[in-house]
T-cell receptor, first 109, second 113 residues
Framework: SQTIHQWPATLVQPVGSPLSLECTVE??????LYWYRQAAGRGLQLLFY??????ISSEVPQNLSASRPQDRQFILSSKKLLLSDSGFYLC????????FGPGTRLLVL | GENVEQHPSTLSVQEGDSAVIKCTYS??????FPWYKQELGKRPQLIID?????GEKKDQRIAVTLNKTAKHFSLHITETQPEDSAVYFC????????????FGKGTRLHILP
């Protein structure tokens, strides 16, 4: 069965600092990978998705970027965090049904 | 592109009663409709899904119905229990064409004692 790891679980960062969130997947090959952000009490906003190594599709313009250096690794980055980047970041994998990782809770102060 | 509307945004039901959450979609090509449950502070988890070649699917106390003509689908929870309190998301996708799932905005379900 597939397992999704995300780290860190929680992160507090100052405005203007860089960000790197990592997602790794086990138990499957060539998965579709997704990054979502969920603001407090809100829905799921798709940020990026990838159907293969080096292939990234961006859904919303923002100061975030994503990379997929390996088949089962998906990284979300920012050079300078904004207050509005606070939220719950979820990595998901799947080609039909999507399964979510445990998430990273980011607070930008 | 696909758009998924979900209602209501908040729903309170007495323990033991039934709860119904409704969603509509815009793209008639959509053929896969999953439902997720998200408990407070946790990840969304798939609870049931239905494909467009089926009109209804049931798993114990939860069931999903699909009306392709009207382009709407619903989640039914019977004999609600306190542990059913959560946010529920419907979603729609086109298997074989798109790589994305389009989510509704969610319904916060409160089970009252």
């Amino acid at each position: 069965s597939q397992t999704i790891h995300q780290w860190p679980a929680t992160l507090v960062q100052p405005v203007g600092s860089p960000l790197s969130l990592e997602c790794t997947v086990e138990g499957t090959s060539n998965p579709n990978l997704y990054w979502y952000r969920q603001a407090a009490g809100r829905g799921l906003q798709l940020l990026f998705y990838s159907v293969g190594i080096g292939q990234i599709s961006s859904e919303v313009p923002q100061n975030l970027s994503a990379s997929r250096p390996q088949d089962r690794q998906f990284i979300l980055s920012s050079k300078k965090l904004l207050l509005s980047d606070s939220g719950f970041y979820l990595c998901a994998q799947g080609q039909e049904t999507q399964y979510f990782g445990p998430g990273t809770r980011l607070l930008v102060l | 592109g696909e758009n998924v509307e979900q209602h209501p945004s908040t729903l309170s039901v007495q323990e033991g009663d039934s709860a119904v959450i409704k969603c509509t979609y815009s793209d008639s090509a959509s053929n896969y409709f999953p439902w997720y449950k998200q408990e407070l502070g946790k990840r969304p988890q798939l609870i049931i899904d239905i494909r467009s070649n089926v009109g209804e699917k049931k798993d114990q106390r939860i069931a999903v119905t699909l009306n392709k003509t009207a382009k709407h689908f619903s989640l039914h929870i019977t004999e609600t229990q306190p542990e059913d309190s959560a946010v529920y998301f419907c979603a729609a996708s086109i298997i074989g064409r798109d790589d994305k799932i389009i989510f509704g905005k969610g319904t916060r379900l409160h089970i009252l004692p």
